[in-house]
T-cell receptor
């Protein structure tokens, strides 16, 4: 089945630093990848839709200058949390679908970010 | 109103029980529907897609009622390993985004 790899799985950083999270589709090409965030005991909240070769589409309330998304190839999207603060601590999960628009999402294993 | 709503639970059931989860969605133009399972501190994993005619996969049965904008998941003969959070997911009509319900927590006890 389709595999999505996300790295790192866990990161602890100091307030004010930037953190880059990578999401790769390993055995399929993903024109679209999605970035979600999940707080404890809460549902996944879509942050942005990453489109290969074009600008990401951000959901309402998500700061595009803080959460930089780059989707430079059909197999790689990156999310950079800039100038991280403790309130950015969360579980970040990327996902991708194969070219069919109605196919289910395949998720990366997530990145648990802790900002101290 | 949330786009996708679920009963958050938790549902505490004994092994062998049958349990049903319900989900409603607000966008009548939604086209595809899924149930995902999420274990604690892990990523969601696809459990099954939901088809208009209803579908079954072993102990799991999914139903869709488009008129009522309602999706259900039935788990028969619950196992301890079924303990997890079950997420109802709807493909938004706009751009293919998947919208997640808040999840229903299931705890199966011996």
């Amino acid at each position: 089945g389709a595999v999505v790899s996300q790295h790192p799985s866990r990161v602890i950083c100091k307030s004010g630093t930037s953190v880059k999270i990578e999401c790769r589709s390993l055995d399929f090409q993903a024109t679209t990848m999605f970035w979600y965030r999940q707080f404890p005991k809460k549902s996944l909240m879509l942050m942005a839709t990453s489109n290969e070769g074009s600008k990401a589409t951000y959901e309402q309330g998500v700061e595009k200058d803080k959460f930089l998304i780059n989707h430079a190839s059909l197999t790689l999207s990156t999310l950079t949390v800039t100038s991280a603060h403790p309130e950015d601590s969360s579980f970040y999960i990327c996902s991708a679908r194969t070219l069919r628009g109605d196919s289910p999402l395949h998720f990366g294993n997530g990145t648990r970010l802790t900002v101290t | 109103r949330k786009e996708v709503e679920q009963d958050p639970g938790p549902f505490n059931v004994p092994e062998g029980a049958t349990v049903a989860f319900n989900c409603t969605y607000s966008n009548s133009a939604s086209q595809s529907f899924f149930w995902y399972r999420q274990d604690c501190r892990k990523e969601p994993k696809l459990l099954m897609s939901v088809y208009s005619s209803g579908n079954e996969d072993g102990r799991f049965t999914a139903q869709l009622n488009r008129a009522s904008q309602y999706i259900s998941l039935l788990i028969r003969d619950s196992k301890l390993s079924d303990s997890a959070t079950y997420l109802c997911v709807v493909n938004s009509a706009q751009g293919g985004k998947l919208i997640f319900g808040q999840g229903t927590e299931l705890s199966v006890k011996p």
